[in-house]
């Protein structure tokens, strides 16, 4: 890393995860605000069709979209709210999950949460305890 804080730039990830993922939660339960979350989520789709390499991805962003297309017209966005309560759990969840795929699985790639309990004194990742 050249210019920045280390520490900022690994916590960034998880707080924007949270932040996203605790709004789409709170938008979750009124038909209205879920519409406007998924009008701001759904142009997000197009860039991961976008950037996607393989033909799988490409079906998976497909399906999904269709799905909440499917849940907005079909159903009158009755379930498209516990559509975007499930992508705000997510968001959510990932951060959770991110540390412990690190602390208990011991993945070969470390995540952010390795590399901050790196740069944190006093500080170390559970698997290096362990031993």
């Known amino acids: 890393m050249r210019n920045g804080s280390?520490?900022?730039?690994?916590?960034?990830?998880?707080?924007?995860?949270?932040?996203?993922?605790?709004?789409?939660?709170?938008v979750a339960f009124d038909e209205r605000s879920s519409?406007?979350?998924?009008?701001?989520?759904?142009?997000?789709?197009?860039?991961?069709?976008?950037?996607?390499?393989?033909?799988?991805?490409?079906?998976?962003?497909?399906?999904?979209?269709?799905?909440?297309?499917?849940?907005?017209?079909?159903?009158?966005?009755?379930l498209l709210r516990f559509y975007i309560l499930f992508l705000g759990l997510m968001s959510i969840l990932y951060v959770v999950w991110d540390t412990l795929d690190d602390i208990l699985y011991r993945k070969q790639n470390e995540s952010d949460s390795g590399l901050l309990s790196r740069l944190?004194?006093?500080?170390r990742p559970i698997s290096e305890q362990r031993r």
């Open 35 to 78: 519409k406007v979350m998924y009008l701001i989520h759904a142009p997000l789709w197009l860039i991961v069709f976008w950037f996607a390499e393989g033909f799988l991805v490409k079906l998976q962003v497909f399906a999904t979209v269709s799905g909440s297309i499917v849940l907005w017209f079909v159903f009158q966005c009755r």
């Open 6 to 26: 280390p520490m900022f730039t690994l916590l960034s990830g998880y707080i924007g995860s949270i932040i996203f993922g605790t709004i789409m939660v709170f």
């Open 120 to 123: 944190v004194p006093g500080s």
